[in-house]
């Protein structure tokens, strides 16, 4: 029960800072696994994000409209669509990440390096109790 309290508040205070800063935890999430896979298309943005691919083109959708991104079809691959940041897009990346990094530090404050290594160790065992 702690552990759900604690991730949901955390949650929602980095999608208030995300929100804060012009964006939102989707558009966060499309913006970042864009910029780190060179052309990517939108079967791999869906499963890096961790979402349905109907629910994706929503949101590329909204954020083509923004101007945040284009898509255009795999010149090898027609059926693929290939999608890319915008100057725009790349503009509120680069804020967006700079609230992640400023929330980072937020949540991290008063908290050791060897605290913080140990605590993404019980996170593991967590995650791996789960999936086996």
Excluded: C
């Excluded at 939102?24 to 691919?53: D, F, H, Y």
């Excluded at 691959?77 to 967006?96: C, D, I, M, S």
């Excluded at 404050?109 to 999936?131: H, I, S, T």
């Amino acid at each position: 029960m702690n552990l759900g309290r604690t991730a949901k508040l955390v949650a929602q205070a980095f999608d208030a800072a995300l929100v804060e800063a012009g964006g939102t935890l989707p558009v966060w999430l499309t913006l970042l696994s864009v910029k780190s896979s060179e052309l990517a298309n939108q079967r791999e943005l869906a499963g890096m994000i961790g979402i349905q691919g109907a629910t994706l083109t929503h949101h590329l959708n909204a954020m083509e409209a923004q101007g945040l991104l284009t898509r255009r079809r795999d010149p090898v691959n027609r059926r693929v669509h290939l999608v890319e940041l915008t100057e725009a897009g790349e503009a509120l990346f680069e804020k967006l990440r700079q609230a992640a990094l400023v929330f980072d530090k937020r949540l991290r404050k008063g908290l050791p390096d060897e605290r913080l290594a140990e605590f993404a160790q019980v996170l593991a065992a967590l995650r791996d109790n789960v999936e086996n």
